[in-house]
């Protein structure tokens, strides 16, 4: 920091050489009375000067000559005291000179000193001279004055003293233009770190004073409004935003939060909030967000989302089949996949419910958006509460500072998948429901409704309609998620797709296994064939992963797939392993099994067997003729 002391006079110079050296401060001194004052600091003006320090008249002149801070050694009565020494009960009339800052309050001593006081009070440099004189005519015989008075005194023979300041009010002023200067410097600092923070933020912002005249107005506004700041500055606000609501807000004290206003062609969301001043409104902001900005940096934030694990991995065309119930169940998924409508996918455990989730999402318009997904199986109420629709600050002990978004939030702009939904307790039904319905989430501990784009793709391996019967899952849930229904057939009612699964599974843990195994004997595939399969793909493939690390050929036997079932049934004889029943006999119990479940109406158990009604009836005649 640079700070200056001019002295008026010589001897004001060395005192303040002393008070610099005792206080042991950085302090530029300079010699230079009234306008020969102004001249050095004006200089120092150009050369940085945080604060000058001057006295009397040279004060007064400097201080209305440069915008620095100017600091006034004061005179004190002491001061003007001291040039009265020796003078009580004198007769010649005496005349005090000066600028008033100065000479102000000698009266008093002269009424208490009993003398003939005349007060000569100089408002320029240039009338110093002319008063001076004038009292001389009138019987002044000793001028005690300012430097201006003293001055003035001496040129026309006159007899004078010029008051002086100590050293106290030389200190005194130095440690006042030091406090100055500290606490300007850390004004601007903190008016620098304000300008940075409005310029660089991504919200236009503009404040305005009482009378609605712009005080701050960013860079961003610049490019919202198309105007640069040095027209807009100090201008009344409803030139820069016609139609402006700023005057209703510092009429009525209350923010405006969220409106949407057209400026140009910009849609942007707009925030207004007054400036309140203890119980006066003295000015008003109002922030802007380009919407379309918005739009970008939120897809911004979606793709890292997405980076982070927040993705769909799965297409289409990484489900293996060849039966045409799944080449049907997929046609009808892709159809689906172009809509947005809630989808709920029935299957049982295995086979491939997410799959098919992920590759609808793949194959939509949200591709680019999150997927995200969760079993509600799988966590406890209170945290799958959490999970699904984030909490806020302080909504519970442990909970993470600044709170934590939920998977709806994650997943806006995308998919959300919900599998076991079935398992989803009562309690987080019905909000559940309110969230598809409105579109909006709720944290946990907060009042604030955030809007939410998300499409909802559910799975269940349970009987929702008869759920619903037994009071476990809601009925308007249940029609509000099953607006478009996919069912998966399970892996026993298309034994075909064994034919493409096997190979493929194959290839895929062999290459893990580090072996080269080409394929699979045919009596394995036989006995493959005989399996119920109760978790479908998922345990298909669990079956061929074992058997590739078992296998010590180039093919799959019965042998390897044999291991798998001795593993999993504790002590049972080899031969007792797996009850191998007649083709013929298999049959005629599926049949069976399939006309119960539907009642006797032989074509729903056709559709369900996968054959068509005459062959059933072919059948069921040789089942009653043998």
């Known amino acids: 920091m640079k700070i200056v002391l001019i002295a008026p006079y010589r001897d004001l110079l060395e005192t303040a050489r002393e008070v610099k050296k005792d206080l042991d401060v950085d302090v530029e001194l300079e010699l230079g009375d009234m306008s020969e004052g102004v001249k050095v600091a004006r200089d120092w003006e150009k050369r940085g000067a945080d604060v000058i320090i001057s006295r ?84 002044v015989s000793l001028i005690i004055g300012d430097t201006v008075g003293a001055h003035s005194a001496e040129k026309i023979g006159l007899k004078s003293r010029l008051i002086t300041s100590g050293k106290q009010a030389v200190a005194a002023a130095v440690n006042e233009a030091f406090r100055l200067a500290y606490a300007l410097k850390a004004e601007k600092e903190r008016a620098e770190q304000i300008k940075t923070i409005v310029d660089f933020v991504h919200d236009g912002i503009i404040a305005v004073d009482k009378e609605g005249r712009i005080s701050i107005y960013n860079r ?24 402006t609501r700023l005057y209703e807000v510092m009429r009525t004290g209350k923010s405006q939060i969220g409106e949407l206003q057209e400026v140009a062609e910009t849609r942007i ?13 003295v000015g008003a902001v109002a922030t802007f967000q380009d919407v379309t900005m918005l739009q ?102 442990g909970a993470r500072k600044g709170g934590k978004a939920g998977l709806f939030e994650l997943a806006h702009r995308g998919t959300i998948f919900l599998d076991e939904i079935g398992e989803m307790p009562p309690g987080l039904q019905s909000k559940l429901l309110r969230v598809i319905q409105e579109r909006r989430v709720m944290r946990i501990g907060d009042d604030r409704l955030i809007p939410v784009d998300v499409r909802v793709i559910c799975a269940t391996n349970k009987d929702l309609a008869e759920m619903i019967k037994q009071d476990k899952f809601r009925a308007d849930l249940f029609y509000r998620i099953n607006v478009l229904q996919i069912n998966i057939p399970p892996l026993r009612a298309r034994k075909d797709d064994l034919d493409v699964l096997v190979p493929h599974f194959i290839r895929k843990h062999s290459l893990g296994c580090g072996k080269r195994i080409k394929g699979i004997t045919s009596g394995a595939m036989d006995l493959l064939r005989t399996l119920s399969f109760p978790g479908n793909v998922r345990e298909l493939e669990s079956i061929i992963e074992r058997a590739c690390a078992l296998c010590r050929g180039t093919l799959i036997d019965t042998g390897d797939i044999r291991f798998y079932y001795r593993e999993e049934t504790d002590t049972t004889p080899e031969k007792e392993i797996i009850k191998i029943k007649p083709l013929e006999e298999m049959e005629k119990e599926y049949i069976v099994k399939a006309i119960k479940l539907t009642g006797g109406n032989l074509s729903e158990a056709a559709r369900k067997l996968g054959v068509n009604r005459t062959t059933l009836w072919r059948k069921l005649r040789k089942r009653a003729q043998g």
């Open 56 to 139: 009397g008249g040279t004060y007064q002149l400097i201080r209305d000559s440069v915008s620095v801070p100017v600091v006034e050694i004061k005179v004190s009565a002491f001061d003007i005291l001291r040039q009265f020494k020796g003078l009580i009960g004198c007769k010649e009339t005496v005349g005090v000179a000066g600028y008033k800052s100065v000479i102000y309050g000698c009266e008093v001593i002269g009424e208490i000193l009993n003398l003939n006081l005349v007060t000569i009070i100089i408002e320029k440099e240039e009338e110093g001279l002319r008063r001076v004189t004038a009292a001389q005519e009138k019987g």
């Open 220 to 243: 961003t506004a610049e490019k919202i409004f198309n105007k640069p700041r040095f027209e807009v500055l100090g201008q009344k606000v409803e030139t820069v935003i016609p139609n």
């Open 269 to 281: 969301a707009t925030n207004r909030v007054p400036i309140t001043v203890g119980d006066e409104v």
């Open 296 to 397: 970008k940096m939120e897809q911004k934030i979606r793709r890292q989302l997405v980076d982070k694990g927040l993705a769909a991995v799965y297409k289409f065309e990484d489900i293996v089949f060849s039966s045409e119930k799944v080449k049907d169940v997929v046609n009808q998924a892709k159809r689906y996949a172009l809509l947005d409508s809630t989808v709920l996918i029935f299957g049982e455990t295995g086979t491939g419910k997410e799959l098919f989730a992920q590759s609808i999402h793949n194959a939509s318009r949200r591709k680019n958006g999150p997927f995200v997904a969760i079993n509600c199986a799988a966590l406890p109420e209170n945290l799958l509460e959490s999970e699904l629709f984030g909490y806020a600050e302080g909504a519970f002990t």
